[in-house]
């Protein structure tokens, strides 16, 4: 019996416990408990000297920027990045944030701002984001965060205490430098040349500089341009300072040049000019050096080695009209406009048909209202010299598929006049399967994708 009334006082004790520990944790409302956290990561937030540095990738395939963040008391955040878009919109701006509690705390960067613009950016599928989770604080005092609104596997973000020497971190001058390059030929991708000064050897290069992805093609000798080696190279980057910093290094045999390339320090931005149209097009250059300390020259160049195999990468290829841009401006409503029911345009390069003569057709595919399709192909022979195609067109536009169509099938000359003009067709490698059709003396571009 005195043990059963032992073991009823442990119980009685272990429930007085439990209801004294109850009181202890719900002593305050929840609203009292969410205020005290938010109050909690603010005083984080607001308290280092010197603000915050945050190495920033929006998507794993891309590469990073480096952002300083300094929070103040009266829910404004002074940025500072090394984005040069919009001008150098987003070098240093002053916004607003709140931090807001849902299923857990969250930080918001209420007004626009260097993140509000790269989450618009690609229809708002870059994944980049100004809402974040807040996920805890290290032992170093750091502050993690995770984005928002991520499909698949969030992003991390972690905010470390800056110093004072981090500013130096930004290549704002290189950002907009290399800005200013990118728009010197109105494409889509970038073509730049990267001569060696003290090699006979020229690699060439896209350079994404939003998502910050470099990527080489190829490499040519500077004394012999048409000795060539194909290359397939990509990788993130991240600007620091005055250097592109590869998040792989580049490291390969390059005809009989052993190349090694972990970052690229550039200066001295020249004009220079193009002399293939009518009217010189001023263009740029950066010198500079390898990681490997070798003299280096970056400029724009119309020269792709790889641009011409796309003859080996299908014989059909399809671009989507808003693939179609006319100075770096969609063209596709234009389009629309002009060809009642355009869909696509389409390239037809050595395309066996059956007939045992190699067929080669570009124009467009329509659809009618009727629910039938008009093919508007304009036959040509071609001549392809390094990345340079010229197309010896047919008198006319052969039509195939439903022959009596809503479109004013003439006006597909508008466009292949734009692509054609002066026999001055250069064709890029973008990507694998991917091209880009350019004309530098009209600024049209049409970026086909090889479909078989």
Same mark, same amino acid.
Request: glycine share 6%.
């Given at each position: ?52 540095? &945050? ?5 794993? @395939?891309?590469? $990073? #920027?480096?952002?300083? +963040?300094?929070?103040?008391? /009266?829910? !404004? ?25 849902? &299923? ?5 960067? @209420?007004?626009? $701002? #260097?993140?509000?613009? +790269?989450?618009?950016?690609? /229809?708002? !599928? ?327």
């Amino acid at each position: 019996m005195k043990k059963w009334i032992y073991i009823f006082g442990i119980v009685i004790v272990i429930l007085t416990s439990c209801k004294d520990d109850e009181v202890a944790i719900f002593d305050k409302t929840p609203d009292e408990r969410v205020s005290e956290a938010i109050a909690s990561l603010k005083q984080d937030l607001t308290a280092p000297a010197n603000g915050w540095k &945050l190495r920033y990738r929006p998507e794993s @395939e891309s590469g $990073s #920027f480096y952002v300083l +963040l300094d929070f103040n008391e /009266d829910n !404004t955040v002074h940025i500072k990045s090394d984005l040069g878009s919009n001008d150098g919109q987003f070098f240093e701006q002053t916004v607003t944030y709140r931090i807001d509690n849902s &299923l857990g705390l969250e930080l918001i960067i @209420e007004t626009y $701002s #260097f993140f509000s613009f +790269l989450f618009e950016q690609v /229809d708002a !599928t870059f994944l980049a984001e100004y809402e974040f989770n807040f996920i805890n604080k290290t032992p170093d005092e750091a502050l993690v965060f995770n984005s928002k609104t991520d499909p698949d596997t969030p992003t991390v973000l972690l905010f470390e205490h800056a110093s004072p020497d981090d500013v130096a971190l930004l290549g704002t001058q290189l950002s907009t430098n290399l800005n200013i390059m990118s728009e010197d030929l109105k494409m889509v991708a970038s073509s730049l040349k990267l001569t060696y000064q003290n090699r006979d050897l020229s690699l060439f290069l896209v350079l994404d500089t939003f998502r910050r992805i470099l990527t080489i093609n190829s490499g040519a000798r500077n004394t012999n341009p048409l000795v060539t080696q194909a290359l397939n190279f990509s990788t993130p980057y991240i600007l620091k300072g005055d250097s592109i910093v590869l998040d792989d290094r580049f490291s390969a045999t390059v005809l009989n040049n052993n190349i090694s390339i972990k970052s690229i320090k550039l200066s001295t931005l020249t004009e220079g000019n193009l002399s293939a149209c009518a009217s010189p097009i001023i263009i740029h250059s950066l010198v500079g050096t390898t990681s490997a300390n070798d003299p280096v020259k970056l400029e724009t160049t119309l020269r792709d080695p790889s641009g011409s195999s796309f003859v080996d990468a299908s014989d059909f290829f399809v671009s989507p009209l808003n693939y179609i841009f006319n100075n770096g401006e969609d063209a596709s409503l234009q389009i629309q406009q002009d060809i009642t029911g355009a869909a696509a345009m389409q390239l037809y390069y050595e395309y066996d048909i059956g007939s045992g003569t190699p067929f080669y057709g570009i124009g467009f595919l329509i659809q009618n209202v009727n629910g039938t399709n008009t093919f508007a192909l304009r036959q040509f022979t071609p001549t392809l010299v390094a990345n340079r195609l010229v197309f010896a067109f047919a008198p006319d536009i052969s039509i195939f598929g439903e022959q009596n169509t809503d479109a004013n099938v003439d006006n597909v000359n508008i466009y292949l006049d734009a692509m054609t003009e002066g026999d001055n067709t250069y064709v890029f490698k973008v990507q694998d399967g991917v091209y880009e059709f350019f004309n530098p003396c009209t600024g049209w571009s049409f970026v086909f994708r090889a479909i078989n």
